[in-house]
């Protein structure tokens, strides 16, 4: 039986893990910001961050949570994995406390590894002040 789940077993474990295919950024730029108030567009954002290896090139790569997004990444866990991911990546998540207080989520709530800020378009002109290329999704 041990026999079999190590022959057999192991090549599945293998497959079912995601491969991701990294894609040359053939810009000048190092930084890059996103401001995300949906689910769907975090998931891509997390997702061009793992293409980009943004680690490996080590890029600043922000994600600038508005909207509704605020409210679901304390109730909905399934976006711990993205969270997850996006720390191993070396992804900075910043959540507007604007949006935090209009959808009520205590910060107290909100996982220890997201940072806020008081206004996150004020918070995003002062990136682009910085050198910050940036995306409103």
């Given at each position: 039986?041990?026999?079999?789940?190590?022959?057999?077993?192991?090549?599945?474990?293998?497959?079912?893990?995601?491969?991701?295919?990294?894609?040359?950024?053939?810009?000048?730029?190092?930084?890059?910001?996103?401001?995300?108030?949906?689910?769907?567009?975090?998931?891509g954002v997390i997702k061009t961050a793992e293409k980009m290896n943004v680690k490996k090139n080590r890029f600043s790569f922000e994600i600038v949570v508005v909207g509704t997004?605020?409210?679901?990444?304390?109730?909905?866990?399934?976006?711990?994995?993205?969270?997850?991911?996006?720390?191993?990546?070396?992804?900075?998540?910043?959540?507007?406390?604007?949006?935090?207080?209009?959808?009520?989520?205590?910060?107290?709530?909100?996982?220890?590894?997201?940072?806020?800020?008081?206004?996150?378009?004020?918070?995003?002109?002062?990136?682009?002040?910085?050198?910050?290329?940036?995306?409103?999704?």
């Amino acid at each position: 039986m041990l026999f079999a789940v190590l022959v057999f077993g192991f090549p599945s474990a293998i497959l079912a893990q995601e491969q991701v295919e990294t894609i040359e950024y053939k810009g000048h730029s190092t930084r890059f910001a996103f401001l995300v108030s949906n689910e769907r567009h975090f998931q891509g954002v997390i997702k061009t961050a793992e293409k980009m290896n943004v680690k490996k090139n080590r890029f600043s790569f922000e994600i600038v949570v508005v909207g509704t997004l605020a409210k679901d990444l304390v109730e909905n866990k399934e976006l711990i994995k993205e969270i997850d991911k996006a720390e191993k990546l070396g992804v900075k998540i910043v959540v507007c406390e604007g949006a935090m207080k209009h959808f009520n989520v205590p910060k107290s709530q909100l996982d220890k590894r997201l940072l806020t800020t008081p206004n996150a378009w004020i918070y995003m002109f002062e990136l682009q002040d910085k050198g910050f290329n940036t995306l409103s999704l």
